[in-house]
């Protein structure tokens, strides 16, 4: 583990800097919407998206700062779905990261506006950033679209709020995971790669997609452990809802065990399928055994 | 008026099928999902903004072909922020285009989804069509995700949604809806001029860009007319909504006269932007005119 903290230190430093300097500014107008968008997108969270984004270029070679735009693209994708996710009509949660979520912090109509300013700022971020490469920007827009619609995200979140339907086996909800937040993380990846210059077909780029499948699956089977066993001031959420609203989980059909061995699984997958990218991708594995390992 | 029908009525087309092949069928998972969002997106509206798009580009000689995935995204984009604008939490209102909103019709967590996957879509769209000319497809996801964003339509939301703190003077108003109206219907205009190979500092990209910027004026001055003026029916979403939630508008601000004359003199302003466009710019002008004459 303690190789990894200052990593994701690191991580979280170069995240933070460059968020800032995307996200509109608190003085302009309008104040209230910039205030919000820069509360729930600055100071918090793991930046576990950036982190596999960042590393996952640094493994193939590339440049931090080559992949930094992009990881920040990503991170406000996945801040924007917080936001929405904790709205009353969805989730209804009132703590994120520690703090009241954004609509109970200003309100429901600015939260609203708020994960839809953050969507559109990821476009224009990758578009502004990429402008010297064009056909890399492009990709790395359908990438991240791709991973953020209906055909992953937003659709595995639609599927989950009809959750009680599902069946109960584990094909169904690693289907429903895949796309919720598997699509993100293995966006994360790749978005990270490609501004390393690999291409969907190279022996890297499959390498990575197969690291980021397992780890994204890895991420969500440890979230449903800790969503069982950590308390809601070490998730900085609240703990517990997912049995207390009969959610079909990892931990409901495995057991805590079967979770915890299923999760385990998944990280030998993980860094398995990174053996012949060597040293430089250590970091990734690293950040891999993290998230098995990671309390919150 | 008459000329400009048919006109619209094969935009209407055109658009109607581009949409039908962007959209998520509707066979595939998660069904309610896909279905929302069609709903929201398909046999509705008056398409103004794709209009503006598809004839802007075809003003500079371009193709309509060409410009068909950019005037989707742009409609994209306007549907979302519909659906979003209907939310109980912002305007809540239960019509639109004659029928249910979307969470009247499907509950409020899937219309925030349908908004936020039809968001994802219009950037998906773009990446798509254009990967054939990365330069010009990255180009047109800024220029949209700048409107579409904090800087422009949802800015502008956020600020209708504290309207009652605008000063009561017309300028206020005016930076009002040039962000919350204004930006996405230049855009429009923008986006299809740029697939016509027009780029920000030629002299017709200036001529169409002032032609939006009037264009895009007289189109909110017109909808704060009709709002006093015609029926619910008529308008297919809730009249009279302005004067009950007093809300500042043009009506309010110069009188129904006064707003008829200003919305005159930004036609004017329009049509004489184009003088140096010739004949294949007379759609526009006719659209601008369908703008002021319209009754719904």
Same mark, same amino acid.
């Given at each position: 583990m303690s190789e990894v903290k200052p990593l994701l230190e690191g991580v979280r @430093?170069?995240?933070e800097a460059a968020l800032d300097g995307v996200l509109p500014p608190v003085a302009g107008d309008p104040t209230r919407l910039h205030e919000a968008m820069r509360y729930s997108a600055l100071d918090g969270g793991k930046r576990v998206r950036p982190a596999l984004?960042?590393?996952a270029a640094e493994a193939l070679g590339g440049a931090r700062a080559r992949a930094l735009p992009a990881a920040c693209a990503v991170e406000l994708i996945h801040v924007y779905s917080l936001v929405?996710?904790?709205?009353?009509?969805?989730d209804d949660d009132d703590?994120? @990261?520690g703090r009241p979520t954004s609509h109970k912090a200003f309100g429901e109509a600015t939260a609203i506006l708020v994960g839809d300013g953050l969507q559109a700022l990821a476009f224009e971020a990758l578009a502004r950033a990429y402008g010297d490469d064009p056909a890399l920007g492009l990709d790395l827009v359908r990438l991240l679209a791709e991973a953020a619609g209906a055909g992953g995200m937003v659709g595995g979140q639609a599927l989950d709020m009809s959750g009680q339907r599902l069946p109960r086996e584990e094909a169904a909800l690693e289907g429903l995971h895949r796309m919720k937040t598997g699509a993100l993380l293995r966006a994360s990846v790749l978005l990270g790669a490609r501004t390393a210059g690999a291409r969907p077909g190279d022996a890297r780029w499959t390498a990575l997609d197969a690291y980021a499948r397992a780890v994204g699956l890895c991420f969500q089977v440890m979230d449903d452990v800790l969503d069982c066993t950590a308390?809601?001031?070490a998730l900085g959420k609240t703990a517990g809802k997912d049995a207390e609203q009969d959610k079909l989980t990892y931990v409901a059909l495995l057991g805590l065990d079967g979770a915890r061995a299923k999760a385990e699984r998944l990280?030998?997958?993980a860094v398995d399928a990174l053996a012949d990218l060597g040293p430089p991708a250590e970091p990734l594995r690293a950040l891999a055994?993290?998230?098995?390992?990671?309390s919150s």
């Open positions: @430093r170069d995240v984004c960042l590393l929405h996710d904790d709205l009353p009509a969805m703590l994120r @990261r308390s809601t001031e990280l030998s997958e055994r993290f998230i098995v390992a990671r």
